[in-house]
Nanobody
């Protein structure tokens, strides 16, 4: 059974930083692409960043240069380092495992950027 557990969310002032973590179990983690999504109130869930099994990365233009996705296959964990946070980054952030025919989601972690 796949389990993804996010942590690291919280309240931060504009310009601040947070690091989200997602610990995976129940899968051979190193084989699969991992994604971070976010969903703001009243909006659709959107892909924020992705990392392939080989470490290639993708970022949505609104976070490029501010966010960094990385993975530690030894720890079965994917990270999202978020710098220069803006109020528009406020959302619930979800970790997602792309299992090639199905996806598995974490429970989400709230990120609030506000002064």
């Amino acid at each position: 059974q796949v389990q993804l557990v996010e942590s690291g969310g919280g309240l931060v002032q504009p310009g601040g930083f947070l690091r989200l973590s997602c610990a995976a179990s129940g899968i051979d983690f190193k084989l699969y692409p991992m994604d971070w999504y976010r969903q703001a109130p009243g909006k659709q869930r959107e892909l924020v960043a992705a990392v392939t099994s080989r470490g290639g990365t993708y970022y949505v233009p609104s976070v490029k240069g501010r966010f960094t996705i990385s993975r530690d296959n030894a720890k079965n964990t994917v990270y999202l380092q978020m710098n220069s946070l803006k109020p528009e980054d406020t959302a619930v952030y979800y970790c997602c495992a792309d299992l090639g025919g199905s996806v598995s989601w974490g429970q989400g972690t709230q990120v609030t950027v506000s002064s």
